[in-house]
């Protein structure tokens, strides 16, 4: 899906770094990442990947092939026909110890075009990361997907969401949805280096915005610790996420809106974009997935959060307590829209937050660290 070059509602993330801190071990796992130009080429050789088309059925055989080869041994594939032709989604667990797990998402249909950026590059970095984690030990499961028929209307993952998790907000076990659709740039594009955190911006419903919130800024941190790119944190909007963030699940994603120039025509081509931003995309695809699915092997970040503040009590009614072991440069309570409805440059350890003028819901507490750190934590206020 094309989504246009959207200047409402951007922020440009802060000049910060957020609670996570860099992790040689992870990057040593990035520095692993080779085959997704290759995938890219050859997901572009099949051609014009619509609705009852050979090429669409190559690519789906392609996908299954390559899970297989990576050594995974779930590879399900949910099919349904609809306007006389079939659809399919490939979908391919990657057990974690718990019994939550996340959604890596992306669609392998193309639209009057071969399709290399919308969306090979999603798929490749899918593809990558799944080769590349899968006898990594991770707290949480890890599902692939691939959704067939995202260009017109979301169809699989609209499925997905009705038929196999059992529509409104049902299978709890689900933590989040991380999609992906159109990274890497278009070749001579000034914003090549900017990527867009997408964040769950709806408020139909918006209960699911807050955790949202959190983890898209946990991306645009991951960002600045991992890549060369720029994250720039916008809404989320016109791919498969939608279906999901509808019925209530916690969505986020990447997209790159310099992707746009050669979309949906025979020039979305791998010559066509840009393969540095695409190699950075990539690691920050399967950073984030790492992160999210709680690899066991790497740094641990929420004690690090932890340790820097305590917050309480959580559901509040009038107050929040900040305490905060280093010196912050600023303490903020966030509403689920993003505007600030409480900000404090602290002079002492303990911030107290006045809440009783602002209406129940949830928020997020956020803390500008004097290194330059930020801290993002999710409060629930509860008026009597
Ligand atoms: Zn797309």
Not at 56 to 67: E, S
Not at 116 to 145: H, W
Not at 162 to 186: A, E, K, R
Not at 293 to 310: G, I, P, T, W
Request: with cysteine; proline share 3%.
């Amino acid at each position: 899906m094309i989504r246009g070059l959207l200047f409402f509602h951007v922020i440009i993330a802060g000049l910060t770094v957020s609670g996570q801190t860099y992790s040689p071990k992870l990057n040593q796992k990035l520095a692993e990442i080779e085959h997704a130009t290759t995938l890219v080429k050859e997901f572009e050789s099949f051609g014009i990947k619509s609705h009852g088309s050979q090429a669409k059925t190559n690519t789906f055989n392609w996908l299954i092939d390559a899970y297989e080869s990576y050594g995974y041994d779930s590879i399900r594939v949910d099919s349904f026909i609809q306007d006389g032709s079939v659809v399919r989604n490939v979908v391919v667990t990657k057990p974690g110890v718990s019994s939550k797990y996340i959604i890596v998402c992306g669609h392998y249909d193309t639209r009057n075009g071969p399709g290399a950026n919308d969306n090979g590059s999603g798929v490749a970095a899918i593809l990558e990361t799944a080769r590349l984690i899968k006898d990594l030990k991770t707290n949480r499961g890890v599902i692939f997907i691939n959704f067939d028929r995202e260009e017109d209307g979301f169809k699989g993952s609209n499925y997905h969401v009705w038929q196999v998790l059992g529509g409104q907000n049902c299978d709890t076990n689900l933590y989040m949805v991380l999609n992906i659709d159109q990274i890497g740039g278009s070749f001579g594009q000034p914003d090549n280096d900017k990527i867009t955190c997408e964040r769950d911006e709806e408020n139909d419903p918006s209960f699911n915005n807050a955790l949202s919130y959190l983890l898209t800024d946990t991306i645009a941190s991951l960002c600045k610790l991992y890549t060369t790119l720029q994250p720039e944190i916008s809404n989320a909007f016109l791919s498969d996420y939608v279906p999901f963030e509808k019925q209530g699940y916690v969505i986020t994603g990447l997209y790159q809106s310099a992707s746009d120039v050669f979309g949906h025509s025979l020039a979305d081509t791998f010559g066509n974009m840009d393969t540095v931003s695409f190699k950075q995309a990539v690691r920050l695809t399967m950073a984030s997935t790492l992160y999210f699915a709680q690899v066991d092997s790497f740094v641990s970040v929420k004690e690090v959060v932890r340790s820097q503040f305590r917050l309480f009590p959580n559901p509040a009614t009038d107050q929040i307590h900040v305490e905060l072991k280093n010196e912050a440069e600023s303490v903020e309570l966030v509403d689920v829209f993003g505007r600030i409805v409480f900000f404090d440059k602290p002079s002492h350890p303990t911030t107290i937050i006045n809440t009783t003028h602002v209406v129940s819901g949830s928020y997020f507490v956020r803390i500008v660290m004097k290194t330059g750190a930020v801290i993002t934590s999710p409060v629930i206020i509860q008026h009597k």
